[in-house]
């Protein structure tokens, strides 16, 4: 299938850390991203991998990739409530254009 | 350096009009890709543009086309509307030579049929 599936909701306070996990379908896969979209907003890159790395790290923003069991997670360091968004992994496919293959996205709710 | 610009912000049609969006690549992209979002779903990719032509296009029927025009630029036409294509309908620029294909999103359209 196509599907890369994401966890719907995510709440936690403000401080803490937020870890997004995401699941994806193809293997052959060779960046995965993750995009925030506030509200009647449009998708901002927030960050982006390889696939033949295991982390990558970005200020607050830490990316782990397990490529065996196509896993992929966003944890965000000290969040803060201006980071209550939807998040969205997405996966880049090389047929069709290189077309992204989205989740459904995860609600992150930070709570003060 | 100035992003991606989609017009009009906001647009309602009625069933079996024809719409058309438009969106204003991100400066030394030469790549437009538009995506359909439903409400509370993730982006699905309608088509891709490169060079003026079509490059990929996802599970959308062809009442769905586009055109990409020498400065990059880019129109979505929508025919024969129907209730379902109600969404936010957003564009993204990419560089073709860029082996990361990221891709920039404009800030999208939201239409409404009735």
């Known amino acids: 299938g196509e599907d890369v599936e994401q966890s719907l909701f995510l709440s936690v306070r403000e401080g803490d850390s937020s870890v997004i996990n995401c699941t994806y379908t193809d293997s052959s896969s060779t960046y995965l991203y993750w995009y925030k979209q506030e509200p009647g907003a449009g998708l901002q890159l927030l960050t982006y991998i390889f696939s033949n790395m295991d982390m990558k790290q970005d200020q607050r923003l830490t990316v782990l990739l397990n490529k065996k069991d196509k896993h992929l997670s966003l944890r965000i360091a000290d969040t803060q409530t201006g980071d209550s968004a939807i998040y969205f992994c997405?996966?880049?496919?090389?047929?069709?254009?290189?077309?992204?293959?989205f989740g459904a996205g995860t609600i992150l709710r930070v709570k003060s | 350096e100035t992003g991606v610009t989609q017009s009009p912000t906001h647009l309602i049609k009625t069933r079996g009009q024809q719409v058309t969006l438009r969106c204003s690549s991100q400066s030394g992209h030469n790549t437009v890709s538009w995506y359909q979002q439903a409400l509370g779903q993730g982006p699905q990719f309608i088509f891709q543009?490169?060079?003026?032509?079509?490059?990929g296009r996802g599970n959308f029927p062809p009442r769905f086309s586009g055109l990409q025009f020498p400065n990059y630029s880019s129109e979505l036409n929508v025919n024969a509307l129907e209730l379902d294509d109600s969404a936010l309908y957003l564009c993204?620029?990419?560089?073709?030579?860029?082996?990361?294909?990221?891709?920039?999103f404009g800030p999208g359209t939201r239409l409404t049929v009735l």
């Open positions: 997405a996966e880049s496919r090389r047929e069709y254009g290189n077309k992204l293959v």
């Open positions: 993204a620029s990419s560089s073709h030579a860029s082996g990361s294909n990221e891709q920039f």
């Open positions: 543009y490169y060079r003026e032509e079509e490059n």
